[in-house]
């Protein structure tokens, strides 16, 4: 059995898909074997049993668990059929950030996904979210499952490709989201209720002069907890939070306006503009006003 892991897929932009198909294997056939294939290999065996090894680990993936194989190691069969077995696979790509992470931790190591998910795609950290899904489960629904594997097979030889690549992705995503909900408990949902309640009440009253005893007595929550919700949900601490989307508000403000930086600086809630120009070389890289000529026209 293969260690407990989950695949970490950082979206915008989504997983894009590539084909699926449903196969049939008699005792004595093995699955092929691969190497860095570059895309992902979704598997969900319906009937009979499959041996998959990737590197050194290895599956046996029964009759209604999934397997997910990465992009960018060897995978094959450990050993062959013994009975009939029929299966389900999909391929998919991600074009963000990915990694492959234990499933008890999670979120220790998130943050550093959305760093490299940020420099990938340029997207802003409240505008990134990550998807965990298991490596290998039982599967959710296996009736949602049934009845989109088929469709998707179906569409393989649609003929009106805009609607057929349309409601391909529309039907991973489908399968996607109940293996990620599935992995969160009901402790995570309060976590994020907190820390979506906590981000915003910052978007609301970012201009204000708020500190985490603010944070405290109008959310109701100790703010170390408020802390840990945060730094579960968007791997930062509130006011982390407040000070990057105070920087995501000015550069909007930089590019629309002509303020100077002084006013922008007040209008987004830094007192001194020396923080404000501090903050944001170290979120952007360059100076406000570097950032406003790289985008005068």
């Known amino acids: 059995m293969g260690t407990n892991l989950t695949i970490q897929l950082a979206i915008p932009p989504f997983p894009i898909f590539l084909g699926c198909g449903e196969d049939v294997y ?12 570059g ?23 029964s009759a209604g668990e999934v397997l997910i194989l990465r992009p960018d190691k060897y995978h094959y069969s450990f050993q062959p059929c013994l009975e009939k077995t029929r299966f389900y696979w999909m391929h998919f790509q991600v074009m963000g950030g990915w990694q492959e992470a234990p499933a008890e931790e999670p979120d220790f190591t998130s943050s ?3 760093r490299e998910h940020q420099r990938m795609t340029g997207l802003a950290f409240m505008h990134a979210a990550i998807m965990h899904i298991p490596k290998y489960s039982q599967a959710p629904s ?24 349309w409601k391909q992705h529309r039907l991973l995503m489908e399968m996607l989201n109940p293996l990620d909900a599935a992995r969160r408990s009901e402790a995570s949902y309060a976590n994020t209720r907190v820390a979506e309640k906590t981000a915003v009440y910052i978007k ?20 170390n907890y408020l802390i840990r919700c945060m730094q579960a949900v968007y791997q930062c601490t509130p006011m982390e939070y ?26 987004v809630g830094f007192r001194q503009p020396s923080h404000f120009t501090r903050y944001f070389k170290a979120l952007e890289g360059v100076t406000p006003l570097r ?5 005068a026209m």
């Open 26 to 37: 008699h005792p004595g056939s093995t699955h092929p074997s691969r190497q860095s294939i």
């Open 39 to 61: 895309m992902f290999d979704l598997l969900y065996v319906t009937e009979g049993r499959l041996f998959m090894g990737e590197e050194a680990e290895q599956w046996t993936v």
């Open 112 to 114: 550093s996904l959305l």
């Open 142 to 165: 296996t009736a949602a499952l049934m009845r989109i594997f088929p469709q998707l097979t179906a569409l393989e030889n649609h003929e009106e490709t805009e609607h057929r690549i």
């Open 204 to 223: 609301q009253h970012y201009m204000e002069h708020l500190t985490n005893g603010h944070f405290q007595s109008h959310l109701h929550f100790h703010i």
């Open 242 to 267: 407040l000070q990057r989307y105070r920087i995501e508000q000015s550069k909007l403000l930089l590019i629309k306006t002509e303020h100077p930086i002084a006013k922008i600086a007040e209008d």
């Open 291 to 295: 950032y406003r000529k790289q985008f």
